[in-house]
């Protein structure tokens, strides 16, 4: 069977079982006596091994397997967890994701882990970690077999899964399906079979063997054990529809025989290795007898039916959707200007008809292309254990609103500069646990990363209660590069001070090491978060520790903009960045240090002529009483910015200019108005110094 086609769902699936896996290591550091989360982890794990091998990715397969055998054991009592364990159970994780990694990038996924699985068995056999001499050959544990009235077979792995199960309120099912005698396309029937029960349940076995299935090495029947919430009389109606399917019948296997047999063999064990135990377990009949009744199969139709209904859709496939919509944006501005034109009532109401109806399909659009924030929040709580362990400090960290949605392409960028912002608060914030607890704080330092939604943007915060900005240290650094004069730098507040962390180059890291970014300053966390259109902030005070705050906007397609008007050409000035339109007059302009500005409500805000910006020949009308401006901000700057009249605000498609011009000044993007006019869109950031 060509399994190629199914590379994309492989790799999508298995980062969510490692990070299930990652998610669960960290609350069993927590709380190390819960077996529930064992059982979780080890659910997360075996299904990733079984996709790994039926995807012929035996190195990913095999060191799964060890990792379990860990988990195993300590879900058996037979080790207790420790912080080393899970370390080596944690670098595991690292090594299956590093391999699902190279799958993904077009490799085979195979990487050299045997140090690490003689770790993993020196663990399972309860041997101390430290140990340098090479581990001792373990004797393999007696094999516990089950065996069901039926005939199928059962291992202890296999058994501990369907007692999982069973406790989560699935079913354990043996769909055994006969096929007619002239059935003359056996692998299809199979095929088609899987393909109708792997939709209401997970397979965790087959009798024959998937390969014999494969290869039509069977007679007429073939049986499939399915772990699943369905009412078995409804699989049997679906697989019955299958043509040239002649009977199916369905057994239940309770998990209460399944633990009393179970545990009966492992009391029955003979010291001898290699020694099978054999033991045959009645089950109940469902779907093929009346005796049994509904209550005994547990089913849970309501919980089927109002689950989520979900489908993958390949990211590029929505940027197509989405450029799609762009253009059909752009025809609806075309023919609201062609409306306005004619005066043609039927015309006007089938363009207002249209351009709601488009509204609609924008926000479901969009809403498609949206993607929690956990999806990059879920990996910094293993980051930050391993921090804090490299530092010698105590850290908890705690992530709030993980569910808040950004639009896909926010998401792939912001995951970068918020890695180096957690970094810098675990080494330049928190401080070490003797000095915390010297200074009356608790022991363990807390760093809070919360996401929320505010109007058309998403706020990403940064809170931790460590040391803050030391005011004298960031000073003295600022003044020493020439950030600063020593004039200048008494009159800053506490928060110019923390923000003067964030210009270029600077940093107070004592020597360079991995976790201070080797000296690379959070300039490039700036640069990074105004190239997506948004800001950073700081509020620190020194002692009780620092909020770093960043707004992004829910999307980078299509935004809202001002239409100005300069020299007869429009250009579109974002309003994420405007904060007021005015008419002043000129005798309202001053001059400060050779620049013209305005008392706009108490604050100076100096004046950009934008026709001087772009080098215009056409000068503003001197004899002109008043001035339009457009004051825009950039986190606390303010500017205004000089046009020749407003026109109005429009949602606009941002397109990009090309490789060709990607260096033009203060223009980050074009778009094409209603009229076929192109329009350049101001970078408003770029202006702001």
């Not at 077999?145 to 058994?159: A, K, N, R, W």
């Not at 199916?248 to 063999?265: F, G, L, S």
């Not at 009780?544 to 001002?562: A, D, E, H, N, R």
């Not at 000068?619 to 986190?635: A, C, M």
Request: hydrophobic content about 40%; some cysteine; charged content about 25%.
């Amino acid at each position: 069977m060509d399994v190629s086609q199914y590379l994309d769902m492989f790799i999508e699936e298995s980062k969510e079982h490692l990070q299930a896996c990652s998610e669960q290591l960290l609350a069993l550091e927590n709380n190390p006596d819960d077996l529930a989360i064992v059982n979780e982890v080890f659910r997360a794990a075996h299904t990733l091994k079984g996709m790994s091998a039926t995807m012929g990715y035996e190195d990913i397969a095999d060191l799964t397997h060890k990792m379990e055998n860990v988990l195993d054991a300590i879900r058996n009592s037979k080790i207790s967890v420790t912080t080393e364990i899970l370390d080596v159970v944690f670098e595991a994780v690292d090594d299956l994701e590093l391999m699902v990694q190279d799958i993904e990038s077009g490799g085979n996924g195979k990487k050299d882990v045997s140090k690490l699985v003689d770790t993993l068995n020196r663990i399972e056999a309860g041997q101390p970690l430290d140990l340098v001499t090479e581990p001792a050959a373990t004797t393999e544990e007696p094999f516990i077999e089950v065996v069901t009235s039926t005939g199928i077979h059962y291992d202890e792995f296999e058994l501990t899964v369907i007692s999982q199960s069973a406790e989560q309120g699935f079913n354990a099912l043996e769909i055994t399906v006969t096929l007619r005698e002239d059935c003359l396309l056996k692998v299809a029937r199979v095929f088609m079979t899987f393909e109708i029960l792997e939709k209401s349940g997970e397979v965790i076995k087959t009798v024959p063997t998937v390969e014999q299935l494969e290869n039509e090495d069977f007679d007429q029947k073939f049986t499939i054990v399915l772990l699943t919430q369905e009412d078995a009389e409804d699989l049997k109606a679906k697989v019955l529809k299958v043509s040239e399917i002649e009977d199916v019948h369905i057994t239940y296997i309770t998990d209460e025989y399944v633990q009393k047999y179970k545990q009966a063999a492992l009391n029955t064990k003979d010291p001898e290795p290699e020694v099978v135990e054999t033991i045959i377990v009645p089950v109940a009949e469902v779907a093929t007898t009346k005796e049994v009744p509904k209550e005994a199969v547990k089913t849970k139709k309501a919980t089927s039916s109002n689950s989520n209904k979900t489908i993958r859709v390949n990211i590029d496939r929505l940027d197509i959707l989405m450029n799609l919509f762009e253009e059909l944006v752009i025809d609806r501005g075309r023919l609201q200007s062609i409306a306005s034109e004619l005066h043609n009532p039927e015309l006007n109401e089938s363009v207002e008809r249209m351009t709601r109806v488009s509204g609609d399909l924008q926000n479901i659009i969009l809403n498609m292309r949206m993607v929690p924030v956990e999806t990059v929040f879920n990996r910094f709580p293993k980051m930050v254990r391993q921090l804090a362990r490299d530092l010698n400090k105590k850290i908890d960290l705690e992530i709030v609103g993980a569910e808040t949605e950004l639009d896909r392409t926010v998401i792939d960028e912001i995951g970068d500069p918020l890695v180096h912002l957690i970094r810098n608060a675990l080494d330049h914030g928190i401080e070490m646990p003797e000095e915390r607890i010297a200074n009356g704080k608790p022991e363990i330092g807390t760093v809070t990363l919360r996401a929320y939604h505010s109007g058309n943007h998403v706020f990403i915060e940064l809170e931790d209660d460590g040391a803050g900005v030391n005011r004298e240290r960031v000073v003295g650094k600022a003044i020493e590069r020439g950030i600063i004069s020593p004039e200048a730098a008494d009159s800053l507040t506490n928060k110019q001070v923390a923000e003067l962390i964030l210009a270029s180059g600077f940093s107070t890291a004592a020597s360079i090491t991995d976790v201070s970014g080797r000296g690379v300053g959070l300039d490039v966390v700036k640069n990074t978060i105004e190239s997506l259109g948004g800001h950073i902030s700081i509020d620190s005070t020194e002692g009780k520790g620092s909020l770093f705050q960043v707004q992004l906007p829910l999307t980078l397609s299509i935004i809202s903009v001002m239409l100005v008007e300069l020299d007869k050409e429009i250009y579109a000035i974002p309003l994420s960045s405007i904060i007021e339109t005015a008419i002043i007059q000129k005798s309202d302009i001053l001059n400060a240090h050779n620049q013209p500005v305005i008392d706009f409500r108490g604050t100076i805000v100096p004046l950009v002529d934008l026709k001087d910006i772009f080098e215009m020949k056409n000068r503003s009308n001197e004899e002109d009483e008043f001035q339009s401006i457009v004051i825009v901000r950039k986190g606390e700057s303010l500017a205004g910015l000089v046009v020749d009249s407003f026109i109005g605000q429009q949602e606009i498609v941002l397109k990009s200019l090309g490789e060709y011009l990607q260096n033009v000044f203060a223009i980050s993007g074009a778009t094409i108005l209603g009229n076929g006019q192109v329009a350049l869109i101001v970078d408003c950031n770029a202006l702001i110094k």
